[in-house]
């Protein structure tokens, strides 16, 4: 058994491969995933087999867990950047004076990521921390794990223990979907793939971690025994083990060699799957490399060319307004048609009405368009000297375009919102939307698109005319027809099934996502206490804040937002938290205020933060006068200690709040100093 189990993991191995790092498969991903199921049975069915690098390891874990500091055994420095050939030219002479002999230079993409380093022994990963300060970063080797062109076991001949750095990158078409998914449940959009990977990479939840798709390339090796004095050298090794070395590397003997480079690359990049913002250039000897040393900062040896942001002049034809599911209202710029960054670009978003009065703005302006790294077009700026015939100064609407509805802007906020939630077609179509989007009710069949329709012919006016929906009334509708119709109404019944925590996040109470949703759900327990609650009541609860807190008791003020609540109620919906979930909790907290501080051995801090939660106490993040205690793990903030030693704040040890969770009298527990 053994050997099958170890001849089905080679086998994925050299797949994944194929596949992440070659991208020539060999096999279909219907067949991938047959073996992968079947290696997940033979592994669960034998245990004594567990290899933390077995391709099953990929798909990570719910399981949430705290991020471990780990000293870099070798300095993460940064390089010092270039913005212009010139500059480039100065590097140069700098390493032929230096050296005072000849030398090569390796070109090399410099992707637009967020930095790693990988340590493997005897060709197994073993560990993966990010940059973090340079001298120290996080260890998130489970969350690397997920990530298919990382090879978890090495082929071919390596050195017993090395260091190999690179960066972590998420594909654009994954960017892009999930902003379009983020876009639809009006969460905030990622600016660019370097901050959707960097926040990916530094989830609790790995199984989150392997659902980004996350890529990565590698750019340096570090060790002792290296296969080559050259970095070219050391990067064919590396990929002969495994890695995924970018083909988009040159070894230049002259300037005009890399400068050929650089103008080849900064076209060509923009075809490219992934993210760059410039080019590295290397000492290609590591002797030489050591010679020249190493700066306070940075090393002496290696220099970044950022490419410039990609900028464009174009005409403003006139500024609309968008109104979305929470009634926040966006401003789009109207532009003359313009290529960036190879797209033709027509419309930019000015954000709010604080953008729009500080660019002072007119319409028939011509104005800088610029995208960069940004994957969402933005004026930078207005060149105010082309002005000659030009209209009126633009300014920010007073009233919905969409139902007319005064605007409000919420103190301390930049947005406007339109406050008739129940009457504003789009928001009334946003609310559907969200209402049965994945993370919420999951009602297939229902998309924007039919949703329109079905509100268009008056068949649905909220949420929850979704479950008195009548098939014989969707059947004659263009582009419905029987089977649509019997699936939207099978995935509305499917729905009442859907746990209480996500009815309240489908609700599309303003500023309550799917957290906050789900800490309303574990604090009251029924739709009857969250709709009686009050604000007091709503602050007490960890991580709600008076903002949301307004917004849920204002919700639950509105009689026809509790008439759609009540309607729901009665068509089956969970209105409760689950008896499995409620025999989860205990008073064995409650009443008490508790910080958490350190790394634990037993649990992640996330899972005792849900310990907490569930057994009636309540988490807090500072230490003060209020503080009950701190459960203090290993290498507890000196700040939180020094303020518990001069408050008289006890101390708790991981050991003991575990015991503690069995007694419901805390007289009972001996707080340890």
Request: proline fraction near 4%.
């Amino acid at each position: 058994m053994k050997s099958q189990i170890e001849s089905l993991r080679r086998e994925l191995e050299q797949h994944n491969y194929n596949y992440y790092v070659l991208s020539t498969p060999t096999i279909s991903d219907f067949d991938f995933d047959a073996k992968l199921k079947q290696l997940q049975e033979l592994e669960a069915a034998h245990p004594e087999f567990f290899d933390p690098n077995s391709p099953t390891q990929r798909i990570g874990s719910d399981i949430a867990s705290g991020f471990e500091q780990v000293a870099h055994v070798y300095p993460m420095l940064s390089l010092g950047n270039t913005y212009s050939e010139g500059e480039v030219q100065d590097f140069y002479e700098r390493v032929r004076k230096g050296l005072n002999e000849e030398f090569e230079l390796v070109c090399e993409l410099k992707y637009d990521g967020t930095s790693i380093s990988l340590t493997y022994e005897d060709g197994l990963l073993v560990r993966a921390v990010t940059r973090g300060d340079g001298e120290k970063g996080d260890d998130v080797t489970a969350n690397v794990k997920t990530i298919r062109s990382i090879p978890l076991r090495l082929n071919g001949n390596y050195p017993p223990k090395f260091e190999i750095r690179g960066e972590i990158l998420m594909p654009w078409s994954v960017f892009d979907e999930l902003n379009r998914e983020r876009e639809e449940q009006e969460e905030q959009l990622f600016a660019n793939p370097r901050n959707a990977a960097s926040g990916t990479l530094k989830l609790q939840n790995s199984k989150m971690v392997a659902s980004r798709k996350l890529d990565a390339y590698f750019y340096y090796l570090l060790g002792e025994k290296l296969p080559s004095d050259l970095h070219s050298g050391n990067l064919q090794a590396a990929h002969s083990w495994g890695f995924k070395i970018s083909e988009a590397t040159k070894v230049c003997k002259t300037l005009d060699e890399v400068s050929a480079f650089i103008n080849q690359w900064d076209v060509e990049r923009k075809n490219l799957p992934v993210a760059t913002d410039g080019i590295v250039l290397k000492v290609n000897s590591i002797q030489q490399q050591r010679a020249l040393g190493f700066t306070a900062k940075s090393p002496r040896w290696a220099i970044a060319y950022k490419f410039q942001a990609e900028k464009a002049v174009t005409r403003l034809n006139s500024v609309s307004y968008q109104v979305g599911r929470t009634g926040a209202v966006t401003p789009v710029a109207n532009l003359d048609p313009v290529q960036l960054s190879g797209t033709i670009v027509k419309r930019a978003s000015l954000h709010n009405a604080d953008i729009i009065e500080s660019l002072d703005l007119h319409v028939g302006d011509m104005v800088f368009v610029e995208k960069g790294g940004e994957i969402i077009p933005k004026i930078t700026a207005v060149d105010k000297d082309a002005r000659v015939l030009i209209g009126d100064k633009v300014r920010f609407i007073k009233n919905c375009p969409e139902c007319g509805a005064t605007l409000i802007r919420y103190e301390g906020e930049a947005a406007h919102y339109c406050p008739n939630e129940n009457a504003c077609p789009p928001q009334i179509k946003g609310k559907m939307e969200h209402f049965v989007s994945r993370k919420a009710m999951n009602i297939d069949g229902l998309g924007s698109e039919t949703i329109n329709l079905l509100y268009q012919n008056g068949l649905l006016h909220n949420i929850a005319d979704i479950y008195s929906l009548k098939i014989p009334d969707m059947i004659p509708l263009e582009r419905l027809g029987t089977k649509s119709a019997y699936n939207i109404k099978d995935g509305a019944e499917k729905s009442k099934e859907v746990p209480f925590e996500r009815v309240v996040f489908a609700l599309g109470i303003r500023f309550v996502g799917e957290t906050i949703a789900k800490k309303l759900a574990y604090a009251f327990k029924n739709i009857e206490a969250l709709e009686k609650s009050t604000l007091e009541e709503l602050v007490a609860v960890d991580e709600i804040g008076e903002r949301i807190a307004q917004s849920v008791v204002q919700y639950f003020a509105d009689s026809a937002n509790v008439e759609t609540v009540n309607r729901l109620k009665s068509f089956g919906l969970q209105m409760n938290l689950s008896e499995e979930k409620l025999q989860a909790h205990s008073t064995a907290l409650a009443g008490l205020s508790i910080v958490i501080s350190g790394t634990f051995s037993q649990h992640s801090r996330d899972e005792y933060k849900s310990m907490i939660e569930m057994n009636g106490g309540k988490n807090v993040g500072s230490v003060s006068s209020k503080t009950s205690f701190i459960l203090a793990g290993e290498n507890m903030g000196p700040e939180k200690l020094k303020k518990a030693e001069k408050l008289g704040v006890k101390l708790v040890d991981e050991k003991t709040f575990l015991t503690m969770l069995s007694f419901e009298n805390q007289s009972d527990i001996n707080f340890i100093e």
